[in-house]
């Protein structure tokens, strides 16, 4: 098992782009999470799944971002029109039911729209 | 709904000396905590959790916290650090009322010299 892959690991793009993030889990979790993450600041809650189910989605989440996880599997994180607000961090992690497991995070899909 | 603070944005710590990281935490109901570490352009690794039992946890690294349920503290602490230590350190709680799902602190930055 190679833990929770994200890709790409960077990316740039221009105002008013749209961009998709992959984030593949480890194999036997059931529930994925994706944080976003600023210069500075913690992790923030953007949405999870458990399985193929989105669970929630945090206020933070505009009408621009959409979120999939098809089939259980990997997850992808749309971003439509983006705005320069939009730069950061994208985390994505896995676990296996509750947190009280821990969460296995990636190593990221850093962001930077110009 | 919790919430977390780390009581100190920047650390800075010589090789060989001990260090403290403050947090606390608010919530109306029993949580659970964690201490992540994030290396640079790395994702989160988890260092120890509380999830129940003995208050003083020991974790990855040498480090070690203590959770304190009447101050409401998780401080992490290890006694003698090392350059390698030098990364963003987050406290993160969860608990039932919110699913399970980690909310994290701002982060500290801890710097070792030698």
């Known amino acids: 098992d190679t833990g929770v892959s994200q890709n790409p690991r960077h990316k740039i793009t221009k105002r008013g782009q749209n961009v998709t993030f992959r984030c593949d889990p480890i194999s036997e979790h059931n529930r994925l999470y994706w944080y976003r993450q600023t210069l500075g600041q913690g992790p923030e809650f953007l949405t999870y799944f458990q399985n193929e189910a989105q669970l929630e989605k945090s206020r933070l989440l505009s009408d621009r971002f959409s979120a999939e996880r098809p089939k259980g599997s990997f997850s992808t994180l749309e971003i439509q029109r983006t705005e320069q607000g939009d730069s950061a961090m994208y985390l994505c992690a896995s676990s296996s039911g509750t947190s009280n497991y821990g969460y296995t995070f990636g190593s990221g899909t850093r962001l930077t729209v110009v | 709904a919790q919430s977390v603070t780390q009581l100190d944005s920047q650390v800075p710590v010589f090789e060989e000396a001990p260090v403290e990281l403050r947090c606390n935490y608010s919530?109306?109901?029993?949580?659970?905590l964690f201490w992540y570490v994030q290396y640079p352009n790395q994702g989160l690794q988890l260092l120890l959790k509380?999830?129940?039992?003995?208050?003083l946890v020991k974790g990855i690294n040498g480090f070690e916290a203590e959770f304190n349920k009447s101050q409401t503290s998780f401080h992490l602490r290890k006694p003698s650090v090392h350059i390698s230590d030098t990364a963003e350190y987050f406290c993160?709680?969860?608990?039932?009322?919110?699913?399970?799902?980690?909310?994290f602190g701002a982060g500290t930055t801890v710097t070792v010299r030698a």
């Open positions: 993160a709680v969860s608990d039932r009322t919110n699913d399970y799902k980690l909310s």
């Open positions: 509380y999830l129940s039992g003995s208050t």
């Open positions: 919530s109306s109901v029993s949580v659970y």
